[in-house]
């Protein structure tokens, strides 16, 4: 079995609280990062494994490529497998 690092988009799950200079953003109950609001628009700072393009965050994973192999040697006289 090998990791692949993969990219999910996870922007319907993200939700955001207000704060005073914009929003405190979660994945579940886990917080992620903020947006902050600023005159030259908004600030995005995620966390290390997440990245903002336009109106979607996604989150970097690593998911792998081929599932595990299983061997099972049967004993045919006495019908264990």
């Given at each position: 079995m090998t990791l692949q690092q993969q990219r999910?988009?996870?922007?319907?799950?993200?939700?955001?609280?207000?704060?005073?200079?914009g929003?405190?953003?979660?994945l579940e109950n886990d917080?992620?990062?903020q947006v902050t609001f600023?005159?030259?628009g908004n600030e995005f700072e995620l966390?290390?494994?997440?990245e903002q393009?336009?109106?979607?965050?996604?989150?970097?994973?690593q998911v792998p490529t081929?599932?595990?192999?299983k061997y099972v040697d049967c004993d045919d006289e006495?019908?264990?497998?």
């Open positions: 999910l988009d996870i922007t319907d799950r993200v939700t955001g609280k207000l704060c005073d200079t929003f405190q953003l979660y917080p992620i990062g600023t005159p030259n966390k290390s494994g997440f393009n336009g109106t979607k965050i996604y989150q970097q994973v081929k599932p595990d192999m006495n019908g264990w497998c």
